[in-house]
């Protein structure tokens, strides 16, 4: 999951990349356009076609940078209030400490922004007192959190615990599938999962921060890139039908389609046939060995040696018995 987000924010893209302004040849935008953060239908259209996916960083639309640009500025101001050590202002203003976060780790990432907006009043008056520019589109970074959320619950599931989780890939990556597949499933799927709602100021007009209203075009871009990257990057192997199909809580595979359903039964069969076959060849086997075993303890010894007693042989009586015996037998043998 974690490589998913990384390259659908452009994260393993460097920063001077991400921020670079656009060619001037067909991708200016109107100074409305800018204030509103929207595109073109025309644009729009474009962004729905072409695979997002493919899109390199320096060919995204302007309302997707900035996306990019506000998730760039958060990750500044948070480095620049925790050298500065101005979390406890922060603090002292009514505001939560902001969050440090890891590229390699989008869950710290996603606390970040959700701390930033949680303290956005607070943080914006602690870095004007010490005449620091902030940069951050509250209506952006809103829309950018309500999109991430399903990772984020996502994630928790997967990092919980030490028990296997082969069995959740299957249900995690359908249900980010589903989630993503439009903006009226992303709605419903953060008011079921909504623990710790959007902060909104009671004097700003909750109508300005509608999230569910309409989705913003930046969003949408990132919404079709972020599907389109699991369709690739996730491949679903048998196996993770059968793991989820054979965990009692997961056994009826509700999000499957009928032929995924077959497939996945068919599948465990042909297993569970190699696995028997396995066994009687593993008994006939050991049965085989026991029979040879029985055999060789069957079969008779070879005598003993005589030892030879060098000490008796080395007797006086036993010697002159012995001369007597050589000269009788060298005497008839004469004879």
């Given at each position: 999951?974690?490589n998913?987000?990384?390259?659908?924010?452009?994260?393993n893209?460097?920063?001077?990349t991400?921020?670079?302004?656009?060619?001037?040849e067909?991708?200016?935008?109107?100074s409305?356009?800018?204030a509103?953060?929207?595109?073109?239908?025309?644009?729009?259209?474009?962004?729905?076609?072409?695979e997002?996916?493919k899109?390199?960083?320096?060919?995204?639309?302007?309302?997707?940078?900035?996306?990019?640009k506000?998730?760039?500025?958060?990750?500044e101001?948070?480095?620049?209030?925790?050298?500065n050590g101005?979390?406890?202002?922060?603090?002292a203003?009514?505001?939560?400490s902001?969050?440090q976060?890891?590229?390699?780790?989008?869950l710290?990432?996603?606390?970040l922004?959700?701390?930033i907006?949680r303290?956005?009043?607070e943080?914006?008056?602690?870095?004007?007192?010490k005449?620091k520019?902030?940069?951050?589109?509250?209506w952006?970074l809103?829309?950018?959190?309500?999109?991430?959320?399903?990772?984020?619950?996502?994630?928790?599931?997967?990092?919980?615990?030490?028990?296997?989780?082969l069995?959740?890939?299957?249900?995690?990556v359908?249900?980010l599938?589903?989630?993503?597949s439009?903006f009226e499933?992303?709605?419903k799927f953060?008011?079921?999962?909504?623990t710790m709602?959007?902060h909104?100021?009671?004097?700003?007009?909750?109508?300005?921060f509608?999230l569910?209203?309409?989705e913003?075009?930046g969003?949408?871009?990132?919404?079709f890139?972020?599907?389109?990257?699991?369709d690739s990057?996730?491949v679903l192997?048998?196996?993770?039908f059968?793991?989820a199909?054979?965990?009692?809580?997961y056994?009826?595979?509700r999000?499957?389609s009928?032929?995924?359903?077959?497939?996945?039964?068919?599948y465990?069969?042909r297993?569970m046939?190699?696995?028997?076959?396995?066994?009687?060849?593993k008994?006939?086997f050991q049965?085989?060995?026991?029979?040879?075993?029985?055999?060789q303890?069957?079969?008779?010894?070879?005598?003993?040696?005589?030892k030879?007693?060098l000490?008796?042989n080395?007797n006086?009586?036993?010697?002159v018995?012995?001369?007597?015996?050589?000269?009788?037998k060298?005497?008839?043998?004469?004879?």
């Open positions: 999951m974690n998913v987000l990384v390259i659908c924010f452009y994260q893209e460097s920063i001077k991400q921020i670079s302004s656009d060619s001037t067909t991708n200016v935008v109107s409305e356009d800018q509103s953060g929207c595109m073109k239908d025309d644009d729009m259209k474009e962004i729905v076609f072409v997002a996916s899109t390199s960083v320096k060919d995204i639309p302007n309302c997707a940078r900035e996306v990019l506000l998730l760039n500025n958060c990750k101001i948070v480095k620049y209030v925790k050298i101005l979390n406890k202002y922060i603090q203003e009514g505001g939560i902001l969050c976060s890891t590229r390699v780790r989008w710290s990432i996603m606390q922004l959700e701390s907006d303290s956005y009043k943080t914006k008056k602690v870095l004007q007192d005449k520019s902030f940069t951050v589109d509250r952006i809103k829309r950018l959190i309500y999109l991430l959320r399903p990772f984020k619950h996502i994630i928790t599931i997967i990092q919980k615990g030490n028990e296997p989780s069995y959740s890939v299957l249900i995690c359908l249900t599938r589903k989630v993503l439009s499933n992303l709605v953060n008011k079921e999962h909504e709602p959007i909104i100021d009671n004097e700003t007009d909750d109508d300005e509608d569910e209203s309409e913003s075009d969003i949408r871009f990132f919404r890139r972020l599907l389109e990257l699991l990057m996730f192997e048998p196996i993770h059968a793991a199909f054979l965990h009692p809580r056994r009826h595979l999000k499957c009928t032929a995924q359903i077959n497939s996945c039964k068919n465990v069969r297993q046939q190699e696995i028997e076959e396995r066994e009687k060849l008994r006939l049965n085989q060995q026991s029979k040879v075993v029985v055999a303890d069957n079969v008779a010894e070879p005598p003993l040696k005589k030879k007693d000490v008796k080395m006086p009586v036993n010697l018995t012995s001369m007597e015996k050589q000269k009788t060298s005497t008839s043998i004469y004879q």
